[in-house]
């Protein structure tokens, strides 16, 4: 058995990739709330970088940056029990809109 991570950050990613959160909490706080945040964010980033000149390389990168927080937040939801299939679809879908976003 293997021991409970003492930092809040290491506890958030080990209670999602064990499928310990309520589907409630990861589809519209972590997943609608927070990550909507900070897609947009780092939308808002590659935008400004991409104003003043940077690299094109570097605005992608910036763009993307949340793609694997996002596909965590996916595969999380998809372990977590009793969620019901409206939870799934809804995740997709906004799934692929922070992807274009």
């Given at each position: 058995m293997s021991e409970e991570p003492t930092t809040p950050i290491a506890r958030f990613f080990s209670l999602r990739r064990s499928g310990r959160v309520p589907w409630q909490t990861l589809l519209w706080r972590d997943m609608l709330g927070v990550g909507t945040l900070i897609n947009l964010t780092a939308t808002l980033l590659a935008l400004v970088a991409a104003?003043?000149?940077a690299h094109t390389a570097l605005v992608a990168l910036l763009h993307f940056a949340p793609l694997p927080y996002n596909l965590f937040l996916l595969a999380a939801l998809q372990r977590?029990?009793?969620?019901p299939a409206?939870?799934?679809a809804?995740?997709?879908t906004w799934f692929?809109?922070?992807l274009v976003l």
């Amino acid at each position: 058995m293997s021991e409970e991570p003492t930092t809040p950050i290491a506890r958030f990613f080990s209670l999602r990739r064990s499928g310990r959160v309520p589907w409630q909490t990861l589809l519209w706080r972590d997943m609608l709330g927070v990550g909507t945040l900070i897609n947009l964010t780092a939308t808002l980033l590659a935008l400004v970088a991409a104003i003043h000149g940077a690299h094109t390389a570097l605005v992608a990168l910036l763009h993307f940056a949340p793609l694997p927080y996002n596909l965590f937040l996916l595969a999380a939801l998809q372990r977590s029990p009793q969620r019901p299939a409206f939870a799934g679809a809804l995740a997709g879908t906004w799934f692929v809109t922070m992807l274009v976003l």
